[in-house]
């Protein structure tokens, strides 16, 4: 079990190393308001995402190819197929880069997907990739002290609420999950692997309820809130349909 541990500790650094420069820009951001997540879903994407759609639409009708940045078929979905951004902009397909990019300070990556057929600009949330990404170092280090995950109950067959409450007893302070969807605060969950993710199984009830969606068993009605925002479900793990509810699962192979 350590051997795994330790494999699974190894293949986080990159990500941890990656955002380590936003964690520093949001800091004081977080001090000076309880919900950072609040303002990016308030945020309007609407400009930014259009000035980027029609930036790719041009470049690949140009060159034949999109201007992403390359990433191995083990990044996620929904964190996958980035835009390059200074790209765009050294070759003028873009007049500037949007405030609300990352690469101009903003909380936000910009995502194609749909890639090979009808290519789309997403939003992915870095607050969100930030809060998961701590909380997955809080609780590698339960890990370490402890020999066991920090879980509570059994909420979707093989994956758990994590314990908050015993990482903060630790003397962890873990910060709420506001959804980019609603603003409702989402649960942090964890995989028997110890891998931790939000779960918006609440955004997707509230989403198939309103827009009275009949999903199909087999599919992952993540794409649901996809297609009806400019938020991509970042940090998930997939979720079928059954009983009439979402349900978190490992993998749909």
Same mark, same amino acid.
């Given at each position: 079990?350590?051997?795994?541990? #330790?494999?699974?500790?190894?293949?986080?650094? &990159?990500?941890?190393?990656?955002? +380590?420069?936003?964690?520093?820009?949001?800091? #004081?951001?977080?001090?000076?308001? %309880?919900?950072?997540?609040?303002?990016?879903?308030? *945020? /309007?994407?609407? %400009?930014?995402?259009?000035?980027?759609? /029609?930036?790719?639409?041009? &470049?690949?009708? !140009?060159?034949?190819?999109?201007?992403?940045?390359?990433?191995?078929?083990?990044?996620?979905?929904?964190?996958?197929? =980035?835009?390059?951004?200074?790209?765009?902009?050294?070759?003028?397909?873009?007049?500037?880069?949007?405030? *609300? +990019?990352?690469?101009?300070? %903003?909380?936000?990556?910009?995502?194609?997907?749909?890639?090979?057929?009808?290519?789309?600009?997403?939003?992915?949330?870095?607050?969100?990739?930030?809060?998961?990404?701590?909380?997955?170092?809080?609780?590698? !280090?339960?890990?370490?002290?402890? #020999?066991?995950?920090?879980?509570?109950?059994?909420?979707?067959? /093989?994956?758990?609420?994590?314990?908050?409450?015993?990482?903060?007893?630790? %003397? /962890?302070?873990?910060?709420?999950?506001?959804?980019?969807? !609603?603003?409702?605060?989402?649960?942090?969950?964890?995989?028997?692997?110890?891998?931790?993710?939000?779960?918006?199984? &609440?955004?997707?009830?509230?989403?198939?309820? =309103?827009?009275?969606?009949?999903?199909?068993?087999?599919?992952?009605? =993540?794409?649901?809130? *996809?297609?009806? !925002?400019?938020?991509?479900?970042?940090?998930?793990?997939?979720?079928?349909?059954? #009983?009439?509810?979402?349900? +978190?699962?490992?993998?749909?192979?």
């Amino acid at each position: 079990m350590r051997e795994i541990y #330790g494999n699974i500790r190894k293949q986080r650094v &990159f990500l941890c190393a990656v955002i +380590a420069a936003f964690m520093l820009l949001l800091s #004081g951001c977080m001090q000076s308001s %309880g919900s950072s997540n609040k303002e990016a879903w308030a *945020t /309007n994407y609407d %400009g930014s995402v259009s000035r980027v759609q /029609n930036a790719i639409d041009a &470049f690949q009708d !140009s060159k034949g190819v999109l201007p992403i940045v390359t990433a191995g078929a083990e990044v996620p979905i929904y964190e996958k197929f =980035r835009v390059d951004m200074s790209k765009l902009e050294r070759e003028g397909y873009i007049d500037d880069i949007p405030k *609300t +990019a990352f690469e101009k300070g %903003g909380s936000a990556y910009f995502l194609v997907q749909n890639e090979e057929v009808d290519p789309v600009i997403k939003v992915m949330d870095l607050i969100t990739v930030q809060k998961v990404t701590l909380v997955q170092r809080l609780v590698d !280090s339960y890990y370490a002290s402890h #020999g066991t995950w920090p879980v509570k109950e059994e909420i979707y067959p /093989n994956i758990h609420l994590v314990d908050i409450e015993a990482i903060q007893n630790s %003397g /962890n302070r873990v910060e709420d999950l506001a959804s980019v969807y !609603s603003g409702e605060i989402l649960p942090y969950i964890i995989d028997p692997e110890g891998t931790v993710y939000a779960d918006y199984a &609440f955004d997707i009830m509230q989403l198939i309820d =309103r827009k009275k969606i009949s999903p199909k068993s087999s599919e992952d009605v =993540r794409k649901y809130l *996809t297609e009806e !925002s400019h938020f991509v479900p970042v940090k998930s793990l997939p979720y079928t349909w059954d #009983g009439g509810q979402p349900i +978190a699962v490992p993998s749909l192979s």
